[in-house]
């Protein structure tokens, strides 16, 4: 089955003659076989006024052409009544609304599908009421539902909205999917936040017990007692002045007497020989 817009500017060709004779320019639809009568000539090609191809003298229709037989399969709408009442009437499905039987209104049609070898009509695309296709898509309807085909409403029986088959998912289903895809994304960034802000914090509070461990104030760690070596080139005789190079020789050479170490000896021992200067000193002298 093929949309009924893909049928518009394809090319006609006549097999007898190998012409293109035109190119279609619309459907005639009959709405009660509820089938493609004719296809309507454009009139920009092999004719001047308007000519119409009964559904019936299509050849074939193909991807790319519509072919016929010959050229002479290209009629007046007026040597043909039943297509020129058709024609005048100029009924189109499309945009028409969607009504059930029990008066529940289901959509509006946007396109219909037609088989290429009959013409019949399979179905319909209908989208959801109004601008709700934006959100709930579209569906097909089998022509096995449709009750009356007229020029503003049609008639679908009242279980047809049980045999509505979806067709894409329209902007509900795409905002659906783009919400999973973002909440997908964003647990993902928040798990890697997390294992990023612990690796932070483990080393943070390595190196604060790091700086525990090494500040003077710790107790645990006692400082090491410094010692400090001699210096083996220090003179400390240059350091002592000699006041009276006279006395010094004598001192040195000077050996006290045994009296004279056991006196030393008593006065120490005695507190009472232990006199202060002014003490020692004779009536004179004082």
């Known amino acids: 089955m093929k949309k009924s817009r893909k049928f518009l500017s394809m090319p006609i060709i006549s097999l007898a003659e190998g012409l293109k004779i035109g190119s279609v320019r619309s459907l005639v639809v009959d709405p009660v076989k509820m089938e493609v009568a004719a296809l309507i000539v454009d009139q920009r090609g092999w004719f001047r006024e308007q000519k119409i191809i009964p559904f019936s003298k299509v050849k074939s229709i193909g991807s790319d052409a519509v072919t016929i037989d010959q050229t002479s399969n290209v009629q007046k709408p007026i040597s043909l009544p039943e297509l020129l009442k058709l024609l005048k009437e100029r009924t189109n499905p499309i945009g028409n609304k969607v009504i059930a039987e029990n008066g529940t209104e289901i959509g509006i049609v946007d396109e219909f599908y037609v088989d ?23 569906a097909f309807l089998p022509i096995e539902n449709v009750s009356t085909i007229g020029d503003d409403i049609i008639v679908v029986t009242k279980d047809a909205q049980s045999s509505l088959e979806k067709l894409d998912g329209g902007l509900q289903e795409t905002i659906h999917n783009i919400k999973e895809g973002t909440t997908s994304i964003l647990e993902s960034t928040i798990q890697r936040t997390k294992e ?7 080393k943070y509070d390595k190196i604060e017990k790091s700086k525990e461990k090494s500040s003077p104030g710790n107790n645990d760690s006692a400082p090491e007692e410094t010692i400090v070596e001699p210096d083996p080139n220090l003179d400390v005789t240059g350091k002592v002045e000699i ?7 004598q001192v040195l050479d000077a050996d006290p007497g045994p009296e004279t170490q056991q006196s030393e000896s008593q006065a120490d021992e005695n507190p009472e020989n232990q006199k202060s200067p002014a003490e020692n000193l004779n009536p004179e002298q004082k």
């Open 116 to 138: 290429e070898a009959t013409g019949k009509i399979t179905g319909l695309e209908v989208s959801g009421k109004l601008l709700e296709s934006l959100y709930k898509g579209k």
């Open 196 to 202: 990023i802000s612990k690796t932070i914090k483990e």
């Open 243 to 249: 006041k009276n190079t006279n006395v010094l020789p």
